[in-house]
Nanobody
Framework: QVQLVESGGGRVQAGGSLRLSCTAS????????MSWYRQAPGKQRELVAG???????DYADSVKGRFTISRDRAGNLLYLQMNSLRPEDTAIYYC??????????WGQGTQVTVSS
């Protein structure tokens, strides 16, 4: 059972930056996708960015050019660099693993608040 723990959230003014981290309880080198989702109050959880084990990244249109997803070579860290933050980016951000054997794992989430 893989455990995921997010960190790096906080409060920032519009235009600012934050870097989120997701630490996995074990090294993961091959997987279907590792992703960041977010959920704002009263809204459905949405996919923000994802990356394959081959390194291919994909982004929601709303964050393209502002957010960058990456992972470390050690195999247990996933990052989300968020620049030019907007108030509409305010949400709880979740790390997700779509494991190669079909398991799905979520972190507990980290709050990001962007003030105008």
């Amino acid at each position: 059972q893989v455990q995921l723990v997010e960190s790096g959230g906080g409060r920032v003014q519009a235009g600012g930056s934050l870097r989120l981290s997701c630490t996995a309880s074990e090294k993961i080198f091959i997987f279907n996708a590792m992703s960041w989702y977010r959920q704002a109050p009263g809204k459905q959880r949405e996919l923000v960015a994802g990356i394959s084990s081959g390194g291919t990244a994909d982004y929601a249109d709303s964050v393209k050019g502002r957010f960058t997803i990456s992972r470390d070579r050690a195999g247990n860290l996933l990052y989300l660099q968020m620049n030019s933050l907007r108030p509409e980016d305010t949400a709880i951000y979740y790390c997700h693993l779509d494991a190669i054997y079909g398991g799905h794992f979520w972190g507990q989430g980290t709050q990001v608040t962007v003030s105008s």
